[in-house]
Each structure stands twice: as structure tokens, then as C-alpha cells.
């Protein structure tokens, strides 16, 4: 049988996207923040996370910007970039989605890695620019309340948000990917392992998929350091 010209082009361009996608999305902006100016493992520290939140509270406030930019960067440009090449807008939501697994999963720091918000951001901004202002104003709320639920929940109803304000179809499979993306990550929380008494492990994971964290106290959670008690129960 012999393929489909266009086909094969489309599916090999498909690949290299994914494939370069995962690899930019696996540049750990926070970790390296981290080492360069404070010479820490990020991952030892807070949540654990290789991520924006960690590096305001444990490395330097002004250095989240550029950070965030470049991880909202990861995801805009393979996103764009498969757009350019003439790919489906939904083949540019699965390489988006790569540079969020990268970013979570980096191969270059042992598959620990952060969230996935800001490369998702950036994917949005390519796809659907109105669903990144949505997402902004859920993480700011999330923020300001300490609540990992809100963001998780805004993510969730993008779809909900885009039929109201006519946005494209596709939204559905950008959220739904998004979502087991995030979900899956809170559990695996960088494989840390959880409580052996099964009344508390259960406790852990309902708290890991909605509050994000394996403890009730936001702020005990977020300034662990590597010599607390707790962090070494829960790393």
C-alpha cells in the first residue's frame, strides 16, 4: 500500500513538532534559577515543584518573571510553529500539550519537573487567547485564596468559557488534556511517596488533586526547606 503523500508529510512534521515540543518544554527555567542564583535544588524545597510559585518563595521574587515568560514561551511556540506548518489546529493543541508534558516530566532533570500552567498559558495564547485571560484571572484568584482547586476547576470549564464567547471546538480536547495532565501530575508529585496507613493515604491524594499539596497548612507546605521534619517525611 502506498501512502499518501501529504499524509506522510503531515505525520512526520507531526512528530518533529511533538518530539521538539517535549524536548523545549523540558528546559527547567525554575531549576536553573534555583542553581545560578542561589545555588539550591528547587525540588528541595516547598512543594517540590520545578516551578514559578517555588522560585518567588524560595529563590527571588523579580526572577519569576523571566522565568514565567520563558516557560509561557515553551508552549506558544511549538504551538505556533505547527500552525505555520500548516498543521490541524488540533494537531498544534497535542504539540502544546508536549511542551506542558516536558515541562512536568523534563528529561533533562530526571522527569521532576513543575505544573504545566505557564506552557499552557502560552499554548493558549496561540489558540485561543480569551481562554489564557480566563486561565490568568483563575490562577490570580487561586492565588489570593490559596486554593490550588481554583485553577484546576478553571481549566475544567474552559470549555464552558469558550462556547459562551464563541471560541473554537477544539477548547474541549485542549482542557480535557490539560486536566488528566494536571490531575496525573498531582498524584505523581514528582514521585513522592505516599502515607503506608490507609485512611491518610487517602487523605493525601484528595488533598494532592485539590489543594495540591500533601498537608493542610498552605504556608508550612510552600517553606518547607530540606532540614525541615516534614519535607523529609514527604519527599
Known amino acids: 500500500m502506498i501512502l499518501n503523500p501529504l499524509f506522510l508529510r503531515t505525520t512526520v ?3 518533529l513538532l511533538v518530539v521538539f ?3 523545549l518544554g523540558s528546559i527547567p ?3 536553573l534559577a534555583g542553581k545560578w542564583l542561589k545555588g539550591i ?3 528541595e524545597f516547598g512543594s517540590g515543584t520545578v516551578s514559578g510559585s517555588m522560585v518567588w518563595e524560595h529563590v527571588a521574587k523579580w526572577a519569576v518573571f523571566p522565568v514565567g515568560l520563558f516557560d509561557i514561551f515553551k508552549g506558544a511556540l511549538p504551538t505556533w510553529l505547527s500552525l505555520r506548518a500548516g498543521l490541524s489546529p488540533q494537531a498544534a493543541t497535542v504539540v502544546g500539550l508536549a511542551a506542558v508534558v516536558g515541562h512536568n516530566w523534563p528529561i533533562y532533570l530526571n522527569f521532576q519537573g513543575g505544573r504545566g500552567m505557564s506552557p499552557f498559558l502560552g499554548e493558549l495564547f496561540v489558540l ?3 481562554g489564557m485571560l480566563i486561565l490568568l484571572v483563575g490562577l490570580g484568584i487561586g492565588n489570593r485564596l490559596r486554593s490550588a482547586a481554583v485553577p484546576l476547576f ?3 470549564l474552559l470549555p464552558v468559557f469558550a462556547r459562551m464567547l464563541n471560541g473554537p ?3 474541549v480536547w485542549l482542557a480535557l488534556g490539560m486536566t488528566v495532565i494536571t490531575v496525573v501530575k498531582r498524584l505523581e508529585a514528582n514521585r513522592r511517596p505516599l502515607p503506608e496507613d490507609p485512611q491518610e493515604r487517602r487523605e493525601v491524594i484528595l488533598r494532592r488533586i485539590f489543594l495540591d499539596r500533601d498537608i493542610q497548612d498552605f504556608e508550612e507546605w510552600i ?3 530540606p532540614a525541615s521534619p516534614n519535607n523529609k517525611v514527604n519527599s
Request: proline fraction near 4%; charge should be neutral.
Open 223 to 225: 517553606r518547607r526547606e
Open 13 to 15: 512534521t507531526l512528530i
Open 154 to 156: 478553571t481549566v475544567i
Open 41 to 43: 535544588d528547587l525540588r
Open 128 to 130: 485561543f487567547p480569551l
Open 169 to 171: 471546538d477544539y477548547v
Open 21 to 23: 515540543a517535549y524536548l
Open 29 to 31: 527555567s525554575g531549576y
